[in-house]
């Protein structure tokens, strides 16, 4: 095998689309679901290269955070106009394409970078994007790109199924190692959707790849992942949404620090030291965010520094970190628990840290489930 630190040439779908298969798409009129992500190697708008090629796009769709990836999370995006194409929103009056809304087209091509966590919402927009394709009769092709945490880890529990929502759209673990391509292929088979899809795959991935082992340059898919070493610890660090703490949201690192008005960073960090997290280390810090929770308050609290990623298992650090705050400052600590419950996929998981049980021992329960996802995502894979 090459060395790891050698970087890999990786075409992604779109690429592979342009220079090898666009006589499939000559005589069709074509949707795109995207957003900035959707570029050639060389950074190219995939629908602005389709457009100068040939192809006819007659129209464009976009996920949560709008066709510039610019909206903040959960704001509503409506449908308008961009680059000279209707939008069609799917973050605001509906979140699954309409048949009206495919009504002027034949094949929806889906060309966005993900980054491999259950709850981001393009999984969810993923699998409606396939009933909907199903149902109304149209064609879906999958422009795949890399999962940029690897192919190879599975973390978290598997989804309850009475958690579904649009931050856990089927019955997976919370980091589940494949790519969207691979993920349509999962959904369509052990879902039964019976869409029409054709996944366009990556030349060059391979499963064991981080994003930065690849030739490929990180374009923000949503604001707040603004690098891709963001996603190192979004798995994680991310359940702190369903508490009262900030995770960073309106300042420049989201999703890499904790904190709250009440916290003490030092003391936080002493304590988060003491418990040896494998491939973190923590370190006061201090910020005052410009939006979202404490907005204009001064907050204290940690940042999280990866110091080896192939030994970090960031949702029990995501854990470790909330049982360790809810130990620290009880009187402090509150729950959104709803919101948890639905982003780490078990409403047992906020009963076994209030019962102190340790983390690992939480954990430990997800193995069975994480077995028989393994299995079944193998069905799916298209990189070795």
Not at 161 to 189: D, H, K, M
Not at 315 to 325: E, N, P
Not at 327 to 333: E, G, N, W
Not at 355 to 378: D, K, L, Y
């Amino acid at each position: 095998m090459r060395g790891m630190n050698e970087v890999a040439h990786v075409s992604t779908g779109l690429d592979v689309l342009v220079t090898e298969q666009l006589d499939a798409l000559r005589h069709a009129r074509v949707g795109v679901l995207t957003n900035p992500t959707g570029v050639t190697t060389d950074l190219r708008q995939n629908f602005l290269v389709l457009r100068e090629r040939g192809v006819n796009i007659a129209a464009l769709f976009s996920p949560e955070h709008g066709i510039a990836a610019s909206a903040r999370e959960g704001e509503r995006v409506t449908s308008g106009m961009y680059a000279g194409l209707p939008v069609f929103s799917l973050y605001g009056e509906t979140r699954k394409p309409t048949c009206e809304m495919l009504g002027n087209v034949d094949v929806l091509l889906f060309d966005l970078q993900d980054v491999g966590v259950r709850f981001y919402t393009y999984t969810a927009t993923l699998g409606l994007a396939l009933e909907a394709c199903a149902e109304c009769g149209k064609r879906l092709i999958v422009l795949d790109r890399p999962n940029p945490i690897t192919g190879m880890r599975v973390e978290g529990p598997l989804l309850d199924p009475a958690l579904q929502s649009f931050v856990g759209y089927t019955s997976i673990p919370l980091r589940y190692g494949l790519t969207l391509g691979e993920l349509a292929q999962f959904y369509n088979r052990t879902l039964n959707i019976g869409a029409d899809l054709q996944v366009i795959a990556m030349h060059g991935w391979r499963r064991e790849l981080w994003f930065d082992h690849t030739d490929l340059i990180w374009v923000p898919p949503s604001p707040n992942i603004p690098h891709f070493t963001t996603t190192l610890v979004y798995p994680g660090t991310c359940l702190v949404e369903g508490t009262n703490l900030s995770l960073g949201r309106g300042t420049q690192l989201p999703f890499e620090v904790v904190a709250a008005p009440w916290v003490d960073g030092d003391a936080l960090a002493e304590e988060l030291n003491a418990l040896n997290v494998a491939g973190v280390r923590f370190r006061a810090c201090a910020f005052t965010p410009s939006a979202n929770k404490f907005a204009n308050e001064p907050c204290f609290g940690v940042q999280v520094h990866v110091t080896d990623r192939d030994g970090l298992w960031p949702v029990a650090m995501g854990l470790q970190i909330i049982s360790t705050l809810r130990k620290m400052y009880p009187a402090q600590f509150a729950w959104r628990a709803e919101h948890f419950d639905r982003l780490v996929g078990d409403a047992s998981v906020r009963g076994h840290i209030e019962r102190g049980e340790s983390i690992a021992h939480i954990t430990s329960q997800w193995a069975v489930g994480q077995q028989a996802f393994q299995t079944q995502r193998q069905a799916a894979w298209l990189y070795e």
